[in-house]
Every structure is written in C-alpha cells, then in structure tokens.
C-alpha cells in the first residue's frame, strides 16, 4: 500500500507562512492526482488546492494569490506553500494522492493522517 506522511504543521500568526509537505512512499508507478484538504470543527471537508499530472492546478476561490500547491516527481512529494494566512485557515490540513501502483498496475487512493494548522494571535 502506499502511505503518506505529512509534515509542516504548527501555530502561526495572521500574515505569517507555513509549508506543509506530504511525502509518499511506496510501489507507485504513477500519480494522476494530488490534493490538499482542510477540515475544522464543525465545518465540511473542502478541497483547498490541486494538480494533475499535467501540472493543472485548482486553488479554493477564499485562498487563491496566497497558496501554491506544488510536487516534486523525484520524491514523490507534494508541498502546499501558504502565505499571507488568515485565521480561517485554522484547519486539520489532509494530503490525497491518487495514482497507480506497480503492483498489477492496479489504482490506488491514499490519504495523509492529517495536519494541524492553527492561525491565531
């Protein structure tokens, strides 16, 4: 199976940056997908940012000019660079990476166990 470990959390204040990466390991012949989600207390899950395997991104309208999701081929990685944060960002941030495995070229979808994110002063 292929896992994600995700990494960059923490407490920032208002206008501050945070990097969140999300690494994957596995058999994994190909990635078709990578995305970030966000979930807060009491709130739906929401897509924040994507990118395709041929580089087309989606940003959530209340985020876009201020994050930028990003990957790396080589390592697997997929980074969400987040600038200019406001507390409505305060969120349990999820990496999902979607592709196929070596394995029987069989599909795979995986999530990240999730990352806190808490913009406050």
């Known amino acids: 199976q292929v896992q994600l470990v995700e990494s960059g959390g923490g407490v920032v204040q208002p206008g501050g940056s945070l990097r969140l990466s999300c690494a994957a390991s596995g058999s994994i012949f190909s990635i078709y997908f990578m995305g970030w989600y966000r979930q807060d207390l009491g709130k739906k899950r929401e897509l924040v940012a994507s990118i395709s395997s041929e580089d087309r991104t989606n940003y959530l309208d209340s985020v876009k000019g201020r994050f930028t999701i990003s990957r790396d081929n080589a390592k697997n990685t997929m980074y969400l660079q987040m600038n200019s944060l406001k507390p409505d960002a305060t969120a349990v941030y999820y990496c999902?990476?979607?592709?196929?495995?070596?394995?029987?070229?069989?599909?795979?979808?995986?999530w990240g166990q999730g990352n806190q994110v808490t913009v406050s002063s």
């Open positions: 999902h990476i979607h592709g196929k495995l070596e394995h029987g070229l069989l599909a795979f979808d995986s």
